[in-house]
């Protein structure tokens, strides 16, 4: 044992890091070798590629579930920071400014704080279903982004029946307020619990039958068709087909969303957070995560209903071609010969030159090592616009997402900006504002709808 | 006519304005914002290692006072004068003894008692008595009323600056005891006791008929300063009449009337409603 032991005790830290990536190395270019040489790692690709390809069904499920619980949580970081940094200003405060540029990282910190803080169980509780009941509310609203179209290709499922699924799943989360309020043996829980049942039950209705109209109109329950049928000018939105069922909508959103003026589910002032009074770290963060994500859904569901999903509002390829600006961005790298070489070689040093020489002339304070690092930062920053651009330009796809994107985070804003502004409303207004003003005007939109349908085709 | 839901545009809207604007907060430890062009911080009176005020009634603070605010009453530094200084309105003093106060000259107060001085030398006997102890302030204020028969105001200046209490302080035990007087005492000393034996024996009459006629209650002084009417005790030695006393000599004319007579006798016929 000696033998190995006592060359291994010389070795320095650092080398008793490199020196078993080494032989790894070393193992690794053997195999490959080895493999390439007898054909058997050809064969195993080849074999892995049939498999999937075979099913490649359960693929796709696979990727775009990891997919949409990988991009929700960084999208409930935009959301919340985008809640403190807006309604702070809107109060004439700075708000969060202390990690990263603008306080941009203070949700992650927020969030690692969340994951550091004990996660207790109070007495009396019904461990299960109190358990279960933050991860029912969070996949609620991330198992409906699975049929979101986000751009033209970029969807999880097309299903047909995309809307009703939608519905079904994010009727869920109810189920989840109701295992939070119920099992946290609380008696303000189980207020939380059951005005979010009667909150979100009652608004469902108006919201359901507001969406029928589009439904009509577009003829099919695919969400991706839905989109689909809104492309063209601007006019053809359902917004200016369907005004009344985009503000029944959109109030019923907030309500579902359990976002101000409708938020007495929650009601930080008055139920101690209500179904989540007994919720502590990442448990609680949980229904955090959920709301945000919430939020974004109800935005982009609004945005693929009414606003065109990821159809630019105006086409710009006349304006430029009015202009006389034309792009000719099909690259052919090849054709750079060994000027590619040089281009990879110094592009990067001279362009991180060129930017900080001036930098470094211009502020005599600064050392040249620090203005060579804001140049590099700022040749950085530039290239990804420029690459970004070249992108946006040349996939269909990148466009409609950031077209999406731009109409969703909109409605995120507006979100925002009423919790900003608005007081909450009495329950007994909100209920009533359900069933005595959104029920009935949901149903005139539907008859309404029905009637121009069949006015326009006898006409035609 | 106001359309339902104005409100709530009208409200977003003032958000989405106050959204632009510049914002107020201060960033305290990096950003330190001056004071007023006037400011001067925060004003404290400081005190010496006695515990006594340092202010010595200068004005240097109120005549530098930019904004006015310096309102300061006192006795100047030699103690003979009462000073003040502060805006005319609050004192209704005309202009231009405002004027003079404000030159910062100090001048005498209509109001105030002239400072009377003492023989110290008593006094001096009873604090080395006692070795200048404050905490025996009990002991030197009743043997300072033993040797001069009251409490002057010039002694407890006296006892204040050689044992070190405030002022305050040994005004306030003074003050605070009922044994214990700030004036002078008057010429006779009427005293009647009120236990229930004297009190059933007419001693209730005999009370109201000696206010009444000395115009004062137990514990005060006639108006002329004349008679003192005090509270004594009988000690259960009266059994047929109430207790009653002049200058400690026993008295046995005890009826209301009797009492009214003694009364006008030891004020000398000197009550303005007798006259009249």
């Not at chain 1, 001036?358 to 140049?375: A, H, N, T, Y």
Request: one cysteine or more; charged letters at 15%; proline letters at 5%.
């Amino acid at each position: 044992m000696s033998v190995l032991a006592r060359p291994w005790s010389r070795l320095t830290p650092a080398g008793k890091v490199v020196l078993p990536l080494l032989g790894l190395l070393v193992f690794l270019t053997l195999a490959l070798l080895v493999g390439f040489a007898t054909g058997l790692i050809p064969g195993l690709i080849r074999f892995v590629g049939d498999l999937l390809g075979a099913n490649i069904g359960i693929v796709r499920f696979v990727v775009a579930a990891s997919a949409i619980l990988l991009m929700s949580v960084p999208t409930a970081f935009v959301i919340i920071y985008m809640e403190l940094k807006v309604i702070a200003l809107m109060n004439l405060r700075l708000g969060p400014n202390r990690v990263g540029p603008w306080g941009s990282l203070h949700s992650i910190v927020h969030g690692l704080k969340v994951l550091g803080k004990e996660d207790f169980t109070p007495t009396g509780v019904d461990v299960p279903v109190f358990t279960l009941a933050p991860a029912v509310t969070f996949l609620a609203p991330v198992l409906g982004l699975l049929v979101l179209p986000f751009a033209p290709g970029l969807l999880g499922i097309d299903m047909n029946l995309a809307l009703l699924y939608f519905f079904a799943v994010s009727g869920l989360s109810v189920l989840g307020l109701m295992m939070a309020g119920w099992s946290s043996f609380n008696k303000y829980s189980l207020l939380g619990g059951l005005r979010a049942a009667a909150q979100i039950i009652s608004y469902e209705i108006p919201l359901t039958l507001a969406v029928v109209g589009v439904i009509m109109l577009a003829g099919t329950m695919s969400l991706n068709q839905i989109v689909m049928n809104q492309s063209g000018s601007i006019l053809d939105w359902y917004m200016f087909k369907q005004p009344l069922g985009f503000v029944i909508f959109f109030i019923a959103a907030t309500a579902e969303g359990n976002r101000t003026p409708f938020d007495l589910t929650e009601a930080d002032s008055e139920l101690v957070a209500g179904f989540a009074t007994e919720y502590s770290g990442m448990r609680f963060g949980f229904f955090f995560f959920a709301e945000y994500v919430g939020v974004f859904i109800l935005s982009a569901l609004t945005t693929v209903l009414f606003l065109g999903g990821w159809n630019a509002p105006f086409d710009i390829d006349p304006v430029l071609n009015a202009l006389g600006i034309r792009f000719d961005l099909a690259l052919d790298l090849a054709r750079l010969d060994v000027g590619l070489l040089f281009l990879l070689a110094l592009g990067p040093v001279v362009g991180t030159l060129l930017i900080a020489l001036p930098i470094w002339m211009l502020r005599s304070d600064w050392s040249f090592l620090k203005s060579l690092v804001i140049g590099f930062i700022l040749l950085n920053v530039l290239l990804a616009a420029a690459v970004g651009v070249w992108l946006a330009l040349s996939f269909e796809a990148v466009v409609g997402l950031g077209w999406f994107l731009v109409k969703t985070y909109f409605f995120v804003f507006l979100f925002v900006w009423m919790r900003a502004t608005l007081p909450r409303v009495r329950i007994d207004q909100l209920m009533g504002f359900a069933w005595k003003w959104m029920l009935p005007a949901s149903l005139v939109n539907l008859f309404v709808t029905a009637l121009a349908i069949i006015v326009v085709s006898e006409v035609r | 006519m106001d359309l339902p839901g104005k409100g709530i545009f009208r409200g977003m809207a003032l958000t989405l304005q106050k959204f632009f604007e510049p914002k107020v907060t201060v960033q305290y430890p990096e950003e330190q914002h001056d004071g007023g062009p006037k400011g001067r911080g925060r004003l404290i009176l400081l005190y010496d290692e006695y515990g006594a005020l340092k202010c010595e009634t200068c004005f240097q603070c109120a005549q530098a006072c930019p904004i006015e605010i310096i309102d300061m009453g006192g006795v100047d530094t030699k103690g003979r004068y009462h000073v003040h200084w502060g805006p005319p309105e609050q004192y209704a003093e005309r202009r231009e003894d405002s004027a003079l106060r404000r030159s910062g000259r100090p001048v005498p107060d209509q109001s105030f008692v002239a400072y009377e001085a003492i023989d110290t030398a008593p006094l001096d006997r009873i604090l080395a008595d006692v070795d200048y102890d404050p905490r025996q302030m009990l002991t030197i204020l009743e043997r300072t009323q033993e040797a001069y028969g009251y409490l002057p105001i010039a002694a407890f200046r006296h006892i204040s600056s050689t044992t070190g209490a405030w002022y305050a302080e040994v005004h306030g035990i003074a003050a605070a005891l009922e044994h214990l007087r700030v004036e002078p005492p008057g010429g006779h000393v009427v005293g009647i006791c009120r236990c229930p034996n004297c009190t059933l024996m007419g001693g209730g009459r005999l009370r109201e008929a000696l206010e009444a006629e000395l115009e004062t209650v137990i514990g005060g002084t006639s108006p002329d300063g004349r008679v003192r009417l005090v509270a004594e005790s009988c000690h259960g030695e009266s059994r047929l009449r109430p207790h009653l006393t002049v200058d400690g000599a026993d008295q046995d004319d005890t009826t209301p009337a009797g009492a009214t007579s003694l009364a006008r006798r030891l004020r000398g016929h000197s009550r303005g409603r007798a006259q009249a």
